[in-house]
């Protein structure tokens, strides 16, 4: 791949220019200037920022979207999703992440958590969108079927290993209420023995909570500790109804928690994730969209503003979360397992132009119009590891990802007439 250099863009108000070489950042500051045979992109003054890091996803959710989503949680996987999924193929995977990776292109995401059937598929999707992804299969063993299931997670754990740079692999245990103690305890070896994180959705409704202390006499957080789950390579997503105690288990044993606010309110959880609290017990924090079919957009600069405004709303505090943090929340650099890009040299080649144009972003401080007025409209062009994977707003090929991407949710029962 050619080296690329960006000149004429804006970096915290300063002109500056960028030299991208191997997938690194080579040079950046006012003097950088392109050298024989670079690929060149004239920013013209537009906005270099950081790109944005999804904690938690499920890529190809987006074949479920607007299908069946008025339940409360617990019906809709029972009755929607889980019958749907049972039907999924690779392709199907395949498509519904090619997709939700076109979104996130738009949308000025580069690296996604994702925890999905058919890993192998998603892995191969990312490849060929260009993103960074760390993927896990879900591991589920409510029907007792614990030695199939590790079967099935050394397979994915095979799969993914023949992935490249761009993608990592994890252990994505579902839940507590779905996953059993000795899987859990399982999960937590394999992660460490491998050097691996561990993805699982926690504390998200206080249906989960009270079923926890009544079948282990102990909080959510406090039975995955017992279990050995915790530590510096987990994420938690959601914690909403994690109490004080819990977030200072979770900060002392480093473990990240990805927020996911506009699922949470969609899927009418009652509550917020405790960011004042976490933050105060020194908790590593990020933001995710969760899956298409619960959020159901896969825009996580506008998924920003509902994080911020619910935790101001909520605390009853406009100062509680900044929006110069809110916006390091989302870019991943409030947790070391998330895994932001820096704009820095030496740093991944991973950043994001914003648009000159853009109605949105005015003259005052660029986090708050990012924040509370942008939205993934805003972003021009995509960058991953020096490859421009979105500009002008144009992803090549989309028209043909939409139509398989459509194609495959008609073969699963859930395209709708007149949408090709
Ligand atoms: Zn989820």
């Known amino acids: 791949m050619k080296p690329l250099t960006v000149?004429?863009?804006?970096?915290?108000?300063?002109?500056?220019?960028?030299?991208?070489?191997?997938?690194?950042?080579?040079?950046?500051?006012?003097?950088?200037?392109s050298e024989p045979g670079d690929e060149t992109i004239e920013a013209g003054g537009a906005p270099l920022v950081a790109?944005?890091?999804?904690?938690?996803?499920?890529?190809?959710?987006?074949?479920?979207?607007?299908?069946?989503?008025?339940?409360?949680?617990?019906?809709?996987?029972?009755?929607?999703?889980?019958?749907?999924?049972?039907?999924l193929d690779a392709e199907d995977v395949y498509w519904g992440t090619r997709l939700a990776c076109a979104e996130m292109i738009r949308s000025g995401t580069t690296h996604f958590w994702d925890m999905y059937w058919q890993p192998g598929a998603t892995a191969r999707a990312v490849e060929d969108a260009g993103l960074r992804a760390t993927i896990g299969g879900p591991l589920f063993d409510v029907d007792g079927k614990t030695e199939a299931m590790q079967r099935a997670a050394r397979g994915y754990l095979e799969e993914l290993a023949e992935s490249g740079p761009l993608v990592a692999a994890s252990l994505a245990p579902h839940a507590i209420y779905t996953v059993s103690e000795e899987l859990l305890r399982w999960t937590a070896e394999q992660a460490a023995e491998r050097g691996i994180a561990v993805?699982?959705?926690?504390?998200?409704?206080?249906?989960?909570?009270?079923?926890?202390?009544?079948?282990?006499?102990?909080?959510?957080a406090a039975y995955l500790d017992r279990l050995g789950v915790l530590g510096e390579r987990t994420l938690l997503a959601?914690?909403?109804?994690?109490?004080?105690?819990?977030?200072?288990?979770i900060a002392e044993r480093g473990c990240t928690v990805v927020t996911n606010p506009v699922a949470n309110m969609k899927l009418a959880v009652g509550g917020i994730f405790p960011y004042p609290a976490a933050r105060r017990a020194g908790v590593a924090v990020g933001l995710g969209t969760d899956g298409a079919g619960s959020n159901d957009s896969l825009d996580l600069l506008a998924d920003l503003k509902l994080?911020?405004?619910?935790?101001?709303h909520a605390n009853g505090?406009?100062?509680?979360l900044p929006a110069a943090e809110a916006w390091r929340v989302a870019t991943g650099a409030c947790s070391p397992l998330l895994g932001g890009a820096e704009l820095a040299v030496g740093?991944?080649?991973?950043?994001?132009?914003?648009?000159?144009?853009?109605?949105?972003?005015?003259?005052?401080?660029?986090?708050?119009?990012?924040?509370?007025?942008?939205?993934?409209?805003?972003?021009?062009?995509?960058?991953?590891?020096?490859?421009?994977?979105?500009?002008?707003?144009?992803?090549?090929?989309?028209g043909e990802i939409v139509s398989?991407?459509?194609?495959?949710?008609?073969?699963?029962?859930?395209?709708?007439?007149?949408?090709?």
């Open 347 to 398: 740093g991944a080649a991973d950043f994001l132009l914003l648009r000159r144009d853009c109605p949105e972003l005015g003259l005052g401080d660029l986090h708050a119009d990012l924040v509370y007025a942008a939205s993934g409209s805003a972003v021009d062009t995509t960058v991953v590891a020096g490859r421009v994977l979105m500009r002008g707003g144009e992803i090549p090929g989309l």
């Open 51 to 87: 790109p944005l890091v999804n904690g938690h996803t499920h890529a190809a959710m987006t074949l479920f979207r607007g299908h069946g989503g008025d339940l409360p949680l617990m019906r809709w996987l029972r009755e929607v999703v889980w019958p749907v999924e049972a039907k």
């Open 238 to 249: 959601h914690g909403v109804w994690l109490d004080e105690a819990e977030l200072g288990l």
């Open 307 to 312: 994080f911020a405004l619910a935790q101001r």
């Open 7 to 33: 000149s004429g863009a804006v970096l915290d108000g300063a002109p500056v220019g960028l030299r991208c070489v191997d997938g690194r950042i080579a040079a950046l500051g006012a003097e950088v200037v």
């Open 199 to 220: 993805h699982i959705h926690l504390a998200e409704t206080e249906q989960e909570v009270d079923d926890c202390v009544a079948a282990h006499g102990e909080r959510p």
């Open 317 to 320: 505090d406009p100062t509680v």
């Open 404 to 420: 398989h991407a459509a194609e495959r949710a008609r073969g699963l029962g859930i395209g709708r007439a007149g949408r090709s």
